[in-house]
């Protein structure tokens, strides 16, 4: 359609009287249908025509992609003797795209799989939308980055009923990252299982602390009983009783008998006997409530994903060991605080009999809390080393008191 002749849609297919919408709210309208075509996945492709802004003529189509696990709009203007290429997060590219239309371009159409809608601007500038039958079947993103075969299969129903996948089994676009971090956390989970000494003809008892809306929880223990053909029960901890009732009713629709949520604080969280304990994005010393509980029970797997290190950071002081140049800027400080923090968890968990890894878990496009604490029991741990090592971290950087300490000599 960018040439203002050739519009992508069957001669007499577009109708305007099947979208009552004034001049005033026409490109409004037409942003919108945009924005949620991009989010429920039916976004096919956008093109842009009826060249009226300055410079050489040129038209543009928008199509979706996918960089390091975000969706963006690549938007290739052509014109007469070249191409040009800019790619933009979603957000971005619908302020370029709403900037133009109107002012660069007096013509737009959105391709989706439900419907083709047309904002045309008449020779006075007057907006006027159209609709009609689709003319584009398929909305696939196209992948930038090389394909990979992930252990969540796209097929399974929890995918769905937590609105990560569309009625058709296609991830959402808006919830591409959060698929991949899904995958990320069951592939890191996997290995260590494998790797663990937990008994593999026993049932496994895991606790999930701060499940939120279960989208970890859900797919873990899918994969351990349809995957790995484990026995498990597993329990979501999470205080807001609103998402504890969702998950419960999910569960049940899914024939998930041994998973079950439970309202109630990290801290007030007791079992005397667990496998794997979760923490993943637990708020500040919920964190710790959630390893101090899983070293007490001897679990055989710590998996926490720290989040809102607040503690340590008023405690950290220049103990003459030279940190003065850096905990003197307020946004460093907290970093330092962070490092510091996590430095100290792995520690205390390695003085508790763990090996323990550091991982990356999900791309820092997506969160700046991007490290995963892998903790597996060992009977090959050095734990004189890590209470040496832990002790040198508080006189080198001056903080006393650190929650999963107290909590693991209360425990003594």
């Known amino acids: 359609m960018a040439d203002g002749k050739n519009h992508g849609v069957a001669s007499g297919a577009v ?14 309208a037409f942003m919108t249908a945009l924005s949620a075509a991009l989010d429920d996945g039916s976004f096919a492709k956008l093109t842009l025509g009826k060249f009226r802004g300055e410079g050489e003529a040129s038209k543009a189509v928008a199509t979706l992609v996918m960089l390091k696990d975000v969706p963006h709009l690549k938007v290739v203007t052509s014109f007469p003797r070249k191409d040009e290429t800019k790619t933009y997060k979603v957000e971005e590219g619908l302020g370029a795209i709403g900037s133009s239309i109107g002012v660069t371009y007096m013509s737009a159409t959105l391709f989706s799989t439900v419907r083709d809608i047309r904002l045309d601007y008449s020779r006075k500038g007057v907006p006027h939308l159209a ?20 252990l969540v299969p796209l097929d399974r129903p929890y995918l769905k009923a937590l609105q990560i996948a569309d009625g058709e089994g296609r991830i959402k676009p808006s919830m591409q990252g959060k698929y991949r971090q899904i995958c990320r956390f069951i592939e890191i989970a996997d290995d260590l299982i494998k790797d663990s000494d937990l008994r593999k003809d026993a049932p496994l008892s895991i606790i999930d ?8 929880t859900f797919a873990f223990y899918d994969h ?7 026995r498990c029960h597993m329990a979501g901890i999470e205080m807001r009783a609103d998402l504890v009732d969702f998950c419960n009713r999910l569960a049940r629709e899914l024939g998930f008998e041994g998973l079950s949520f439970v309202a109630e604080a990290a801290s007030r969280t007791s079992q005397p006997h667990v496998d794997i304990v979760i923490a993943l994005h637990a708020c500040d010393t919920a964190t710790d409530d959630a390893m101090a509980l899983g070293a007490r029970a001897d679990a055989g797997i710590i998996l926490s994903a720290p989040c809102c290190q607040h503690e ?7 103990t003459g060991d030279g940190l003065q140049g ?10 330092q605080a962070d490092l510091v923090t996590d430095a100290a968890r792995a520690l205390l968990l390695e003085a508790s009999g763990y090996k323990v890894k550091m991982i990356e878990f999900v791309s820092t496009e997506h969160t700046s809390k991007n490290i995963l604490i892998a903790a597996v029991k060992s009977s090959h741990a050095d734990r004189v080393t890590a209470r040496e090592q832990y002790q040198a971290l508080k006189n080198t950087t ?3 008191t650190q929650h999963l300490e107290s909590q693991l000599k209360d425990a003594e």
């Open 326 to 335: 850096l905990i003197k800027y307020p946004l460093l400080k907290q970093r």
């Open 312 to 318: 340590i950071a008023p405690q950290i002081k220049d």
């Open 131 to 150: 609709h009609g039958k689709a003319t584009l079947k398929t909305a696939e993103p196209v992948a930038h980055d090389r394909k990979k075969t992930y």
């Open 209 to 216: 602390i701060g499940s939120g809306k279960g989208y970890l």
């Open 398 to 400: 001056g903080f006393s």
């Open 224 to 230: 351990l009983t349809t995957g790995l053909g484990r």
């Open 15 to 28: 109708r305007s009287d099947d979208l009552m919408t004034s001049d005033g709210d026409a490109k409004q």
